[in-house]
């Protein structure tokens, strides 16, 4: 597959590849989160390309997908090893780190007289020559410890572990008892052994490692644009803000790890979900675009209240609540029901738009700004021979050039001002969001 930097450029579109994992790309309080996520997100917009996440559910398949291009970057943290450089191209390296052995203190080892502890525990990997270490197949852990067995002139035994395991899901199974030792990064192992404190890392099983991305080996123009992004990047205060972030905030690690509305813990996206879901499928909406719609109004907060005095989950104005019967918009099921309500009224006003997913666009655009004003940047469109009844690169333009004065006093346009930029991020945020829970939440 040749697919470089100018053919990414013309589709307008970046393919990432990653893993679901605790500190890569994951979902908490319903909002999209991870390390690899926070910087691509930037990369993206440095490259003026719109991002498409791509998860891989099986870690194995990584380097694969991308020479078979399903995405154009490999964006999750692998260790640069001569053998992964014959198959593909690295970046810059991202950060440092080395690996450790991750074993499980005795249950009691609060109690335990420290001495007595370290008699219990591996102190050097050594004392590994004859044990089991169990490991992700095909990941660099296995290859460092095959290195291990021969440098120490003895056999470490490797248990290989399913590709479908990211390494915190595999450290979370020592922690638990279920796995006796395995290998970690260092920063993983660190953020994890936070929340987990039965677990011991203290013992190094390699040098500093550099970890990096990847591009396919013909695609030396993106590479390329990637180094240069990372070389500057490097220096902006963001840079460590990001790695800190997820690999040092210990405290919200542990409260994202305690949360129901992790999505490493449950498919959950708010507390709102079986209401969101009930009222979605009255008016035939999958339910993860309406909490997407409720996170972009008051991210789940049922108090939230603006200052033009929009109030509750679905931010209802006092008349349109009024003439939904909505008495209390603070009550999260009133102001979902209300709100499902509206939304398909402001539907059923775009009956002549034949593309479901266009006329759910010009709804939600109604949604945020009036439906008057779409239907002026409808009439605005038709004038200068677009297609109104498309939404996306037609009337999203024309809802921006409503906030023009020459546009807006033209004689066609009925209800004048609107300031276009908020309809316009508003949908495409909308859609942005629900793209990534469609990845981690089943219908």
Known sequence: MKRDLEAIKKDGKLKALTVYSGTSYFLYKGQPMGYEYELLKRLAKHLDLELEMVVVKDLDELITKLNQGEGDILAHGLAITGNRKTSISFTNYLYLTK?????????????????????????????LLQDTVSIRKGSSYSERIANLSEELGGNIFIKELSGQMATDEIIKQVAEGNIKYTIADNNIAKIMASYYPVLDIEVPVSFSQRIGWATRKNSPELLKAINLWLEDFRTEIDYNIIYNKYFKNKKNFRRRVKSDFYSLNKEEISPYDELIQKYAEKINWDWRLVASLIYQESKFDPNNSSWANAKGLMQLMPK???????????????????????????????????????????????????????????????????????????VEDMILALSHPKNYNNSIIKYGYVRGVEPYNYVNQIF????????????
């Open 432 to 443: 942005e969001r629900y793209a990534h829970y469609t990845q981690f939440i089943k219908k």
């Open 99 to 127: 690996q450790v052995l991750v074993q499980k203190k005795p249950d009691n080892w609060r109690t335990m007289h420290w001495h007595k502890l370290e008699n219990v525990l591996i102190q050097d990997a050594i004392e």
């Open 320 to 394: 349109t609540a009024q003439e939904l019967g909505v008495q209390d918009r603070s009550d999260p099921k009133q102001s979902i029901s209300g709100g499902v309500r509206y939304l398909n009224q402001i539907w059923n006003n775009f009956d002549k738009i034949e593309d479901p997913i266009q006329r759910t666009k010009f709804t939600m655009a109604s949604y945020n700004c009036g439906m008057y004003h779409v239907k002026d940047a409808q009439k605005l469109a038709s004038k200068r021979g677009l297609d109104a009844s498309i939404w996306d690169d037609n």
